[in-house]
């Protein structure tokens, strides 16, 4: 076990470096499980084939941080199932297809794939395609036969787009409104309006026993700031608790913290200090949320992170969101 952890450290601390604000969902990691689990039951056999994952690429097959990303990802995966293959190091692979003036990225051809396998000593390559959509990343993945590129296995899935996959291809909402002011920070004693106002991306997604959390938007109101949410039960019908005391709070740009002071959860609301806000949540059905911070900072420009408490079934939960824009100013 501590062969295979340094094996994998040196990359998995190459993508902390890139990707510093990667999350990892629970509902991702779910999925690329479940690709390499269905690979390896078509990969493991008595030989123990030599496998590599490649980058993966989108359709015109050009190699994207994105499919450099889910391509480490997988690998790890793969390499978590105890299938009976072994995987070579993708950093290795890359050395190997350098020293002998192979492509190093792109699209896997046939004869490109038997140099592989008989430079490498591949038997096998898993390729993938990216290809997003408005609200998913379509993912197929292959694994190819190095002798003649035919394909063993493909393994198809939709990954549900999220604000940390949206920065990783660059699409992030970027700090774009200014009103009648220079460049240059205006300082604080300038107006609301004069400071930028970044855009809410179209998702923030994280998950705490069996409820999803989607972050729609927050906004800044009066001295106020308003957060709007969707919770959806993935469990059967039972209630759930926000607690609305100190644990439920955010901390602006400047770490400082606001704790929330009212709550709407369904047809339930809640003013005040100190008790529990609590809602039947029906199986599957998404519910709509607020939560009001009162007496924010007139100055603030973003959420640095927004946490919420509660309990369902006599367990406790927290779950957080980094990073949230203030979508406007009202």
Do not use: W
């Not at 660059?170 to 920070?185: C, H, I, K, N, R």
């Amino acid at each position: 076990m501590l062969v295979m952890f340094a094996r994998f450290a040196r990359p998995l601390m190459i993508l902390a470096l890139i990707f510093p604000f990667v999350l990892s969902l629970p509902a991702q990691e779910a999925e690329i499980k479940s690709v390499a689990d269905a690979l390896s039951g078509s990969l493991s056999n008595a030989s123990r084939p030599r496998v590599a994952v490649v980058d993966f690429t989108d359709l015109q097959g050009t190699v994207t941080p994105l499919g450099q990303y889910m391509a480490e990802e997988l690998e790890t995966a793969l390499a978590n199932t105890g299938g009976s293959f072994d995987l070579i190091d993708r950093t290795r692979l890359k050395l190997i297809m350098q020293e002998n003036k192979l492509v190093s990225t792109g699209v896997i051809d046939p004869s490109t794939a038997r140099q592989l396998g008989k430079i490498a000593g591949v038997h096998i390559l898993i390729t993938g395609t990216l290809v997003p959509m408005s609200d998913t990343v379509r993912m197929t993945i292959k694994a190819l036969d190095t002798e003649d590129a035919h394909v063993v296995a493909a393994v198809p899935r939709n990954l549900l787009m999220t604000r940390a996959l949206m920065q990783i291809m660059g699409q992030a909402p970027a700090v774009t409104q200014t009103t009648g002011y220079p460049s240059a920070d205006p300082g604080p004693g300038a107006p609301p309006s004069a400071r930028q106002v970044t855009q809410t991306p179209k998702l923030m997604v994280t998950e705490g026993q069996q409820v999803t959390f989607e972050l729609k938007s927050c906004n800044y109101s009066g001295s106020s700031v308003k957060c709007d949410l969707t919770l959806t039960n993935k469990a059967d019908d039972r209630n759930l608790v926000i607690y609305m005391d100190e644990r439920t709070r955010t901390f602006d740009d400047q770490g400082r913290e606001t704790t929330v002071s009212e709550a709407m959860l369904g047809s339930h609301r809640r003013e005040g200090c100190c008790t529990g806000l609590v809602s039947t949540m029906i199986s599957g059905v998404s519910t709509h949320a607020q939560l009001i911070f009162g007496k924010a900072a007139s100055d603030i420009s973003f959420i640095s992170k927004l946490e919420i408490v509660g309990n369902v079934e006599g367990k406790d939960f927290s779950v957080s969101f980094k990073k949230v824009p203030l979508s406007d100013r009202r």
